[in-house]
């Protein structure tokens, strides 16, 4: 069976959602990361942050699938 490996990023967390062959949703994760405010109506983030956050999700959401990272087809 085929999955694809969805990632959401957004502006306080980052998503990932595993999907089947029939784009049935099997398995997500979602983890949030640290917003800095240097400056008022500013906000930065981290590149570090989001790059762990998405390893993170992704390697969660695979695990709860019950797959491995090679059943992935996609990205």
């Known amino acids: 069976m085929k999955h694809v490996l969805a990632i959401d990023q957004g502006t306080t967390s980052t998503r990932a959602l ?6 049935s949703l099997v ?11 240097p400056a ?8 570090e ?11 969660e959401a695979i695990a709860k699938a019950g797959l491995e990272a090679r059943e992935i087809t996609a990205i």
């Open 49 to 59: 942050d989001i790059w762990e956050s998405t390893v993170a999700t992704a390697r």
């Open 27 to 37: 398995a997500m994760a979602q983890q949030e990361f640290p917003q800095h405010f």
């Open 40 to 47: 008022s109506g500013w906000v930065e983030h981290a590149p």
């Open 18 to 23: 595993v999907f089947d062959e029939t784009l």
